[in-house]
């Protein structure tokens, strides 16, 4: 199975929004709603933010929000904060009954 | 609140097995959830690289499917990893999560393979 499909990186100024993009095929991302993003900071275990496309876990901020539109899910960080640098992965379940990460998406604020 | 914690061997040798276990606290793995391997090799994201059901099923990523092994024991309320005939490209943080929305993780353990 192949990762999904991230931009390397995106950047932004505090305050800013951004949107970054998970593509995949209609085999995963396109062919369930089982994809979650995560926030990874180097050294840390990752967390989850967005979970079945668009629902977000207690205690992640709303400045955090999911969608997906046929192959691609976005992940959408509103008000820019300097604590959102880091990186984001998404995942997706897939026709064979597993799951493959994205490529990752390092985050910065400028 | 439930917590995950790695353990096992920081080095292995090429061509050796590589075992790393997930202990589970503050909750019963034989009540439900998949229980998930996920591994980021130094410079790299993150690869799912399997998970196991509390019913024992399992599910790996096919390509390292002829290689892994992952196993439940619900007597000791924890789950456990096995990678054959590692090489270099094995290195790697793993850690453990509760599937299938990977909620809670483990804090990484880091596995080097080298002689």
């Known amino acids: 199975q192949s990762a999904?499909?991230?931009?390397a990186s995106v950047s932004g100024s505090p305050g800013q929004?951004?949107?970054?993009?998970?593509?995949?095929?209609?085999?995963?991302?396109g062919g369930y709603n089982y994809v979650s993003w995560y926030q990874h900071h180097p050294g840390k275990?990752?967390?989850?933010?967005?979970?079945?496309?668009?629902?977000?876990?207690s205690g992640v901020s709303n400045r955090f929000s999911g969608s997906k539109s046929g192959n691609t899910a976005s992940l959408t960080?509103?008000?820019?904060?300097?604590?959102?640098?880091?990186?984001y992965y998404c995942t997706s379940y897939t026709s064979s009954s597993t799951y493959v990460f994205g490529t990752g998406t390092k985050v910065t604020v400028l | 609140?439930?917590?995950?914690q790695e353990s096992g061997p920081g080095?292995?040798?090429p061509s050796e097995t590589l075992s790393l276990t997930c202990a589970v606290s503050g909750y019963s793995i034989s009540s439900g959830y998949y229980w998930?391997?996920?591994?980021?090799?130094?410079?790299?994201?993150?690869?799912?690289?399997?998970?196991?059901?509390?019913?024992g099923s399992t599910y790996y990523n096919p390509s390292l499917k002829s290689r892994v092994t992952i196993s439940i024991d619900t007597s000791k309320n924890q789950f456990s990893l096995k990678l054959s005939s590692v090489t270099a490209a094995d290195t790697a943080v793993y850690y453990c999560a509760r599937e299938p929305?990977?909620?809670?993780?483990g804090q990484g353990t880091m596995v080097t393979v080298s002689s």
């Not at chain 1, 999904?4 to 931009?7: A, D, E, I, Y």
């Not at chain 1, 275990?45 to 977000?56: D, H, T």
């Not at chain 2, 929305?101 to 993780?105: A, H, P, S, V």
């Open chain 2, 101 to 105: 929305g990977r909620d809670i993780w």
């Open chain 1, 45 to 57: 275990a990752p967390k989850l933010m967005i979970y079945e496309v668009s629902n977000r876990p």
């Open chain 1, 77 to 87: 960080i509103s008000g820019l904060q300097s604590e959102d640098e880091a990186d």
């Open chain 1, 17 to 29: 929004s951004i949107t970054i993009s998970c593509t995949g095929t209609s085999s995963d991302v």
């Open chain 2, 1 to 4: 609140q439930v917590q995950l």
């Open chain 1, 4 to 7: 999904l499909t991230q931009p």
């Open chain 2, 11 to 13: 080095l292995v040798k």
């Open chain 2, 36 to 55: 998930g391997w996920i591994r980021q090799p130094p410079g790299k994201g993150l690869e799912w690289i399997g998970s196991i059901y509390h019913s």
